[in-house]
């Protein structure tokens, strides 16, 4: 049992680790594919790079899922992504076990996994019923071959993948200022609503001799 990439989306898969690796900077990118069994292994094709994170994070809002094209194979089962690190992270565990390619473990049934590590891919397999199930299943080509290199720079440069990974890291970078200022706008939500009334005359306010001892 291995994981094996459709020739085309190696090569749509490996432009993508070259338009975000550059001399001072590697992105993070994720997204989803079609996935099939075929002769006990697993035939990934018709990728979609969904996202170009930061140098350690990568989040594509679920709404892009329905905006998605009709999967070809009818079997959207992949989630991929690009990360620094050589194995499988916290957040790509609770990822790939509570919200499946964007979707509900137990209407998903199972789910495959595939990150590209500074060592090449790895792959995951995931049972969710009736209970979790997991395998670790290898990639037929961890890394790609000096064809698929030749071809991928062609697609790259077609495709102007350079520009398309600054335009949805700014598009990035913007979704997490609004997230951060949405969360610090709540914050300070609370805080308002513990506070509100302490101009009351009856608001509890301690007593001089209470305050006293305080300072004692």
């Not at 991928?152 to 200022?177: G, P, Q």
Request: with cysteine; hydrophobic share 35%; proline share 6%.
């Amino acid at each position: 049992m291995k994981i094996i990439f459709e020739p085309q989306t190696e090569v749509i898969l490996t432009a993508w680790v070259m338009a975000t690796r550059t001399r001072d900077f590697s992105h993070e990118f994720s997204g989803l594919a079609d996935v099939v069994r075929s002769n006990g292994n697993f035939l990934v094709s018709a990728p979609h790079v969904m996202d170009v994170g930061s140098v350690g994070y990568t989040e594509f809002d679920p709404d892009k899922i329905i905006q998605l094209p009709a999967s070809e194979t009818g079997s959207r089962r992949c989630w991929f992504h690009k990360h620094p690190i050589t194995g499988w992270s916290g957040t790509d565990m609770f990822t790939m076990t509570h919200t499946p390619c964007g979707g509900i473990p137990e209407i998903m049934q199972w789910a495959l996994a595939i990150v590209h590590t500074p060592m090449g891919w790895i792959g995951k397999l995931s049972f969710f019923v009736p209970k979790l199930v997991q395998f670790d299943v290898p990639v037929e080509h961890r890394t790609p071959s000096n064809e698929i290199v030749k071809l991928a720079r062609v697609y790259k440069k077609e495709n102007n993948l350079d520009s398309l990974t600054r335009i949805m890291y700014a598009d990035f970078e913007k979704r997490m200022y609004e997230q951060r200022h949405r969360e610090m706008a709540s914050y300070f939500d609370e805080d308002e609503e513990e506070l509100d009334g302490w101009d009351d005359p009856e608001y509890d306010l301690p007593s001089s001799r209470q305050m006293e001892l305080s300072r004692e």
